[in-house]
């Protein structure tokens, strides 16, 4: 793998400094302006439960916690999930807040157990997304919705371009993700998309 590759492989699976680097940068102010954008279309309110998946530096974590009483973060990465310890160690502290190390294939949570969950910047990397989305379908509580924000429209010339250097790296479009996400059973499914950048949201709500 070259050089460019190893550095933007780090956004799927941080590890090592280039990876403490990289969760660090996700919780910076381009990351912040995307996650503002796609906390719009979704209501949070102050007694949900929270789940965000693929936390990554944990910025999200945070945000979820200034709406509701108790949110969770898991993501696969060592790295991020010690960020996100961090970032959240207060809300940790007061049992607001857990941060588990784990697949989202495979989630280890009981049925029903959230109002709402999250997706920023992930779904790009997850191998069996079908699987993963019914792993959420499962723990979402009935009414619950699933929010998916993504920088990429699945076809702006930029983030093809970068899933040709970065490994294991999948682009969707709105129409891609609403029709996987009926397959597992959710409905009332929108895509929004940015005016002027390439940034797409997509929720769904469990019937």
């Not at 990351?31 to 944990?58: K, M, R, S, Y």
């Amino acid at each position: 793998m070259s050089l460019m590759g190893k550095v933007f492989g780090n956004t799927r699976k941080p590890e090592g400094f280039l990876g403490k680097m990289m969760v660090n940068g996700m919780n910076g102010n381009s990351h912040a302006a995307l996650a503002e954008w796609g906390f719009g279309f979704i209501a949070v309110n102050q007694n949900d439960t929270a789940l965000d998946c693929g936390c990554g530096g944990g910025a999200n974590v945070k945000r979820l916690l200034s709406r509701c009483d108790k949110a969770y973060g898991i993501d696969y990465s060592e790295v991020s999930v010690a960020k996100s310890k961090e970032v959240n160690a207060e809300a940790i502290r007061n049992n607001r807040c857990e941060i588990h190390k784990c697949n989202v294939c495979s989630l280890p949570f009981e049925s029903a157990s959230f109002n709402v969950v999250t997706a920023f910047e992930t779904v790009y990397f997850w191998q069996d997304i079908e699987k993963a989305f019914e792993e959420i379908y499962r723990v979402l509580r009935n009414g619950g919705i699933f929010a998916i924000t993504n920088e990429s429209t699945g076809t702006d010339k930029t983030s093809v371009k970068f899933s040709e250097i970065i490994d294991g790296m999948n682009l969707y479009t709105g129409e891609d993700l609403k029709a996987l996400l009926e397959n597992v059973g959710f409905n009332d499914i929108e895509i929004h998309k940015h005016e002027s950048k390439p940034w797409l949201n997509v929720t769904a709500r469990k019937a």
